[in-house]
C-alpha cells in the first residue's frame, strides 16, 4: 500500500470545523467548475443551411440583385 500526502492541510490548531467546512466546499467547487471545455463554434462552410435554394429576387432591378452577394 502506497502512502498518501494529504490533500489539505490545516495549519491553524483553531480552525473550527464549520471553517474547515468552507474551504473543503470552496476548493471541491473550484475543481468542478474545470469539468468539459467549451465546444467550438460551428464554421460556416459547413453548415447545413447552406444548401437550402433560396428564391430569386423578383421585380425592378431583380436580374442585378441576382449577382449580388446577400
Not at 8 to 23: C, F, G, Y
Not at 26 to 54: D, H, I, M, Q, T
Request: glycine letters at 8%; zero cysteines; hydrophobic letters at 40%.
Amino acid at each position: 500500500m502506497t502512502e498518501q500526502t494529504p490533500i489539505l492541510k490545516v495549519i491553524n490548531p483553531d480552525a473550527t470545523p464549520e471553517e474547515v467546512a468552507a474551504l473543503v466546499a470552496v476548493f471541491s467547487a473550484l475543481g468542478a467548475a474545470a469539468g468539459e471545455p467549451p465546444k467550438r463554434p460551428r464554421p460556416a462552410w459547413s453548415n447545413p443551411a447552406r444548401g437550402v435554394r433560396r428564391t430569386h429576387r423578383h421585380g425592378d432591378g431583380a436580374w442585378r440583385a441576382s449577382g449580388l452577394p446577400r
